[in-house]
């Protein structure tokens, strides 16, 4: 006879997280990759041998611990930003999600709420969750629109902690307007968090929130190296606010928590900036075939800033998605009754998508 053990039992865990599961990605074999919005580019000859050179020189000092406040990245990375910033102004972690969590650490925490807009990141409300912050979804619109006016009147009601803007949105697409972020952080009591991870894939006169910081003391703005400079094995996250803000973050940090082989992939990326951001461009074109091209076949495509596109109109969402598993092709399932997510890829892998979604029979 199995005697059946409570999980808990033994393990005091904190009870907040006693409903929750651990954040997983299934790994599921496909011929072609278009589900996790990574750069579907290898990193060039030129920056590959540039960040090889940077870590053999290294190698031999991995006895020792890296700069914990890795200045010299987060000049490179306030040049790179622009708009006035220094390096006071940045704050560097292993990925965005990472100096999101630092960010609930100091500003959120057990009696405060952090608030967004579904559907967005589900990262937001995993590390709200994680930090003992609690988690509101406020709503977009039908069309997954978000307007100044009505995001500030969600605000207005919840009166949130911390509020985040996704821009552009994980998983729709579209980037967020500056004026609503400027409603948002008018409104909002505490901080307002702009993740701005896919903002290098946004279209031609979008606008980053880098530019009302020096209006808003208690806006945050972090990114990542991982999608536009395609070093995502580096874990590279950055942090964009006020002095102050980057310092209260230190107050929760882990010394020494980004590694010195981190610090000098990031650094080389950026040094090579031009090259990759050339990459960006190749995978908006790749991006924007696949929103003409699904509109094409009849579908509902939103407008997409990012490096993937939603797209739907299906009665069976999950029945489409095992269709084009069945062909080789694999795309993410994101809740999201009648839609499905599909990365931008190569342009080969863009041509098997579309070839395999105009053989989907009619009515699924």
Request: charge should be negative; aromatic fraction near 8%.
């Amino acid at each position: 006879m199995v005697t059946l053990v409570d999980p808990f039992e033994d393990l005091p865990l904190r009870d907040d997280l006693r409903t929750r599961a651990p954040q997983a990605v299934p790994q599921v074999d496909a011929a072609v990759r278009l589900d996790t919005n990574g750069n579907p580019y290898p990193v060039p000859d030129a920056v590959a041998d540039s960040i090889e050179k940077s870590v053999r020189g290294l190698v031999r000092d991995l006895h020792r611990y890296p700069d914990r406040d890795a200045l010299a990245l987060r000049e490179d990375l306030a040049n790179y930003v622009g708009h006035g910033m220094t390096a006071a102004n940045i704050w560097v972690g292993n990925g965005s999600a990472d100096v999101q969590q630092q960010a609930l650490l100091a500003f959120g925490g057990h009696g405060r709420t952090a608030m967004g807009f579904a559907p967005s990141r589900p990262m937001h409300a995993h590390v709200a969750a994680a930090t003992g912050t609690g988690w509101l979804d406020g709503h977009r619109t039908r069309e997954f629109h978000l307007h100044p006016e009505q995001a500030k009147a969600q605000v207005r009601v919840f009166q949130p902690d911390l509020v985040f803007l996704c821009s552009p949105n994980n998983p729709t697409g579209s980037a967020v307007s500056l004026e609503t972020v400027e409603a948002v952080a008018a409104e909002t009591p505490g901080v307002v968090i702009v993740d701005e991870a896919y903002f290098e894939f946004s279209r031609e006169g979008t606008r980053s929130a880098v530019e009302l910081i020096s209006r808003f003391p208690r806006l945050l703005v972090t990114r990542s190296l991982s999608r536009a400079f395609g070093v995502a094995g580096a874990r590279v996250g950055y942090l964009v606010g006020r002095p102050h803000a980057i310092e209260y973050l230190q107050y929760v940090r882990m010394p020494h928590h980004l590694s010195s082989l981190s610090q000098a992939v990031g650094r080389a990326a950026l040094a090579h900036a031009s090259t990759l951001l050339g990459q960006v461009e190749a995978v908006k074109a790749q991006r924007d075939r696949l929103v003409s091209g699904l509109r094409e076949l009849g579908l509902t495509v939103p407008d997409s800033d990012a490096n993937f596109v939603l797209f739907g109109g299906f009665r069976d969402e999950k029945a489409v998605w095992q269709f084009l598993l069945d062909r080789g092709v694999l795309v993410r399932d994101v809740g999201i009754p009648s839609y499905l997510r599909v990365s931008a890829g190569t342009a080969e892998e863009v041509d098997t998508f579309l070839q395999v979604m105009g053989q989907l029979p009619d009515g699924i």
